[in-house]
């Protein structure tokens, strides 16, 4: 896999750890329901990421914000749209200021919307060319909706 | 009508820039089928029996002359000399070459026209009244809306990918032409206690296989808040539609199995959140009213007196104007509908030359515009009456001045078998088989008033739950079979159809229809009572006794 971050390829220090496994890593991922789980534990945690599936409810999460770094917005099928109003409810409705990543089963041809619901970096295919995945984020000069800042 | 500024320019060519890129990465197999399938329907492109589909936009119904003519190039230079105009107001292309339609989505822009969102899970095209503007019981025309509505559901980043597709509808005038009701968020202009007008909103409509009426979730929305609350509704139900199954995934089913007061709850919830983010300004909806200003009526069209001695003297005229004609707001004028149902002709077939044709005669008659009707009908909406005369012989030269709007003849018709790949039976031919027992005119009028509404699938593109007579195509065992429903009705006293019986076979349903306007002509009160009143008078029962024994 590779990272475009900022509109860059970019070497990618994080790791999403699965929920039995320890946190190994310089920079951790972890899923919603290790979260509830162990948030006492890894409140003290710095450098936490938080990976949400599409069928998240933001609303539960929002209380929790402050203790990660990063949210992950896995996609588990191309046509699901829920990601898209989570990102944006994520940066318009709780004002989160770090990474937005996306993950999974997103298309080329879906990242000019995703940067502009909010979406700062997307995990792609190896075999996806970083210059398209770039070069699509200015497929369009002009809309008629307010982007996310 | 809504010129096109230099970003909604920008906006149409990159997008047919971007399609012509997505197609040539397919073609050469970077892009994987069901991917590549997303894509092509955004712009109107399906894969159909014989070749692509491609439907294109027709906003709120509008078209200018410029534009149809450019239909009719279309149609002969990468078509085969025809197009099809649907229950949405759209236009569709039966025969083009995939790889040529990224050409065609250049020519479309040439004229300010796209494809975009035609199709696909996504906020499709808005639709409205043919008679905006000019129909007396109006109350404010909704074009203007229309237009601040379909420019916020272009290219809208968050609803691109929803659990299915997302249909929106407006109407301002008391009586409803654009079916909102069986829409997934209706509008209509209101006005309320204190004189401001507004909209009031239906939302959960629908048709296809579980064919709903809307319910309203507000009673009175402020026009300054249309764009908020709609987003509300999406992003509720981008949130909370289902997506396990797709014939479950309409907002209709979202409220019907949480209920309007949880979904209502919950749209209001997120409004409160947004509303003040969203608002439309004063001076937004100002501009917009001015792009659609009147045209400049001649103020002594009333004092003609051709036309009176014209409907006495040619009762064939007289005919057509009854029928054909609706009444307009302005005094010495009338809205002419040209009629795409014709007896030996795919109901909403047009043909290059008569497209042509039309586009001249709106320049000459009717300001340059042309209307397409969710009943698959065109309207020249603006006719000085002294022209009407002309015009009707311009028209019957043309095969569009057959004296059947609203009548049974005036069937809405999908595609079926002919062209769609899930079609389940013939359509057109079942609406060529009814026009051919309805073969005098005088039998059509004397049945007044009557909405047959033909699908070749219980996808239901042709409104048969809605129809006075529905007529759906079913496959047992890989033959035709046909249901028949009565009594529904898309306007003000919307209603689903009710069964008749078993489906009837393939060459049973036209005389079946027939059987039914027998019945009809003998049971009936008196002259004025229309078919829908009398099955909502008498119900099914004695159309079903006359059908199942007579076949």
Same mark, same amino acid.
């Given at each position: ?5 900022n ?49 998240? /409810?933001?609303?539960d ?9 990063? /949210?992950?917005?896995h ?23 770090? =990474? ?10 879906? /990242? ?6 909010? /979406? ?10 970083? =210059? ?6 200015? =497929? ?10 | 009508?809504?010129?096109?500024t ?13 399609? @012509?890129?997505?197609?040539? @990465? ?10 590549? @399938?997303?894509? @092509? ?58 790889e ?8 479309l ?6 494809? %975009?969102?035609?199709?696909?899970? &996504?906020?499709r ?20 809306? &229309? ?49 401001? +007008?507004?909209f ?12 709903i ?87 002594? *069209? ?6 009176? $001695?014209?409907l006495?003297?040619?009762? *064939? ?9 609706a ?11 040209i009629s ?17 044709? +039309? *586009? ?22 603006? %006719? ?25 003849? #005036?069937m809405? &018709? ?9 079609? $389940? ?15 005098s ?53 919307? *209603? ?31 002259? #004025? ?23």
């Amino acid at each position: 896999m590779q990272l475009i971050k900022n509109k860059q390829l970019t070497q990618d220090d994080w790791v999403f750890i699965e929920d039995e496994a320890a946190l190994n890593a310089d920079f951790n991922i972890v899923s919603w329901t290790r979260w509830q789980a162990e948030c006492r534990p890894l409140s003290s945690q710095d450098n936490l990421g938080l990976r949400l599936e599409s069928d998240a /409810i933001i609303e539960d999460i929002a209380a929790s914000l402050d203790s990660f770094a990063l /949210i992950e917005l896995h996609i588990p099928v191309f046509t699901d749209g829920r990601a898209f109003t989570h990102a944006r409810i994520l940066r318009d409705r709780y004002g989160f200021t770090g =990474d937005i990543r996306v993950s999974g089963d997103f298309m080329l041809d879906q /990242i000019f919307y995703l940067q502009r619901v909010g /979406i700062s970096s997307f995990v792609v295919n190896d075999n996806e060319s970083a =210059d398209k995945v770039i070069a699509v984020m200015d =497929d369009f000069s002009v809309q008629y909706q307010d982007s996310v800042a | 009508m809504y010129q096109y500024t230099d970003k909604d320019q920008t906006l149409v060519d990159e997008r047919a820039a971007q399609f @012509r890129d997505q197609t040539e @990465r397919f073609l050469k197999g970077e892009i994987a089928d069901d991917k590549y @399938r997303a894509l @092509r329907l955004m712009n109107g492109v399906y894969i159909q029996t014989h070749a692509p589909l491609l439907r294109i936009a027709g906003p709120y119904g509008l078209l200018s002359s410029k534009q149809v003519r450019k239909l009719a190039s279309i149609a002969r230079d990468y078509d085969k000399g025809f197009c099809h105009f649907t229950t949405r107001q759209n236009i569709q292309f039966n025969w083009p070459a995939l790889e040529r339609i990224p050409d065609i989505l250049e020519e479309l822009a040439s004229v300010q026209m796209h494809a %975009i969102q035609t199709s696909g899970n &996504c906020l499709r095209n808005t639709t409205s009244d043919q008679l905006a503007g000019v129909a007396i019981d109006e109350l404010e025309d909704p074009r203007p809306y &229309c237009e601040i509505i379909r420019q916020w559901t272009i290219l809208h980043p968050e609803f691109a990918y929803l659990p299915r597709k997302f249909k929106i509808a407006v109407s301002g005038s008391e009586q409803d032409r654009a079916a909102t009701q069986f829409h997934d968020i209706g509008l209509h202009l209101v006005k309320n206690d204190q004189g401001e +007008i507004g909209f009031k909103v239906f939302v959960g409509g629908g048709l296809g296989r579980t064919p709903i009426i809307g319910q309203v979730i507000r009673p009175f929305l402020e026009k300054k808040h249309l764009l908020s609350y709609l987003e509300a509704i999406v992003r509720v139900y981008n949130i909370y539609g289902r997506r396990d199954n797709k014939y479950r995934a309409r907002i209709k089913i979202l409220v019907r199995e949480a209920g309007l007061e949880e979904v209502t709850q919950k749209v209001e919830a997120e409004w409160q959140q947004i509303k003040a983010q969203l608002e439309v300004s004063e001076s937004r909806i100002t501009d917009m009213v001015a792009e659609f200003a009147p045209p400049a009526y001649d103020i002594n *069209a009333a004092q003609d007196t051709s036309y009176t $001695n014209s409907l006495s003297n040619d009762s *064939a005229f007289a005919t057509w104007v009854k029928h054909n004609t609706a009444e307009h707001k302005v005094d010495g004028y009338r809205a002419v509908y040209i009629s795409l149902k014709a007896p030996d002709v795919p109901p909403g077939d047009c043909t290059d030359s008569q497209l042509d044709a +039309i *586009a001249n005669l709106a320049d000459d008659y009717s300001f340059g515009m042309v209307r397409t009707t969710h009943r698959q009908n065109l309207v020249l909406a603006d %006719i000085k009456q002294a022209d009407l005369f002309t015009l009707w012989q311009k028209l019957d030269t043309l095969s569009l001045a057959t004296p059947n709007i609203g009548k049974a003849t #005036d069937m809405i &018709c999908c595609p079926g078998l002919d062209y769609c790949g899930l079609a $389940n039976a013939g359509s057109i031919d079942i609406a060529q088989n009814i026009n051919d027992l309805l073969d005098s005119m005088d039998y059509i009028h004397d049945l007044g008033d009557l909405k047959i509404n033909i699908s070749g699938c219980m996808n239901g593109c042709a409104h048969q739950s809605v129809g006075h007579i529905g007529i759906l195509g079913v496959d047992k065992k890989g033959v035709e079979w046909y249901q028949v429903t009565l009594g529904g009705s898309s306007e003000n006293d919307a *209603a689903i159809g009710e069964r008749l019986g078993p489906a009837v076979s393939k060459d049973d349903i036209a005389p079946v229809i027939k059987t039914l306007l027998e019945v009809y002509l003998e049971q009936r009160n008196h002259e #004025d009572e229309s078919f829908l009143a009398m099955v909502n008078r008498v119900g099914v029962s004695p159309f079903k006794e006359k059908v199942y024994a007579a076949n």
